[in-house]
C-alpha cells in the first residue's frame, strides 16, 4: 500500500497538547509571580510557592503526554502514566467508534488497551483520520507477519 505513511509515525493530539502545555506554562508563570510580588513572603515561602506551581504545571504536562508510536518492531502506546510496547500480532482490531473519548486497540489476548494518543477532543476529523491511518498499518502489517497464525482471528 503505497498510501501508507513510511515508519516510525507518531500520533499524538496537536491541538489539545497545545493547549495542555500553553495551560502549564500560564500556570506556572502565575503562581511565581504572585510569589514575586507578595512582598510579606519570606523566602522560604516563596521557593514554596514556586515549587506549588511546578506541582500544579506537572498535571497537564502529565495530560499532554499520551502518543502512540508505529514503528518497524510494533505499536508504541504512551498514555498519562504508562507505556506498552505492542507487536504488530497482538493487535487484532483499532476501533474509534462515535462517542468514543479515544481509540481502543483490541489485542490477542482478549483484552482492550485505550490508546489515548489518538483522542477526537478538538480535533475529530484528524483524530478520525489518524485512527484510519493506523488501522491501516495494522492491517498491512499483520499480513506481513510471518509469526502470526493463520487461525488467529484477524478481527
Do not use: C, Y
Request: proline share 7%.
Amino acid at each position: 500500500m503505497s498510501d501508507l505513511p513510511a515508519l516510525p509515525v507518531t500520533f499524538r493530539p496537536g491541538r489539545t497538547r497545545a493547549v495542555l502545555l500553553t495551560a502549564a506554562a500560564a500556570l506556572f508563570v502565575a503562581i511565581t509571580v504572585v510569589a514575586l510580588l507578595l512582598e510579606q513572603l519570606s523566602p522560604g515561602e516563596r521557593v514554596s510557592f514556586v515549587f506549588t506551581g511546578a506541582l500544579l504545571a506537572g498535571i497537564p504536562i502529565l495530560l499532554a503526554r499520551p502518543k502512540v508510536v508505529a514503528d518497524d518492531s510494533g505499536v508504541t502506546v504512551v498514555n498519562i502514566v504508562g507505556r506498552r510496547h505492542l507487536a504488530w500480532a497482538e493487535i487484532l482490531q483499532v476501533n474509534l467508534r462515535p462517542g468514543d473519548p479515544w481509540v481502543f486497540l483490541n489485542l490477542s489476548d482478549g483484552t482492550s488497551l485505550a490508546a489515548l494518543g489518538i483522542q477526537p477532543g478538538i480535533a475529530k476529523q484528524r483524530a478520525i483520520a489518524d485512527a484510519r491511518t493506523l488501522r491501516a498499518l495494522v492491517e498491512a502489517r499483520s499480513i506481513q507477519d510471518p509469526e502470526r497464525s493463520e487461525d488467529e482471528p484477524q478481527g
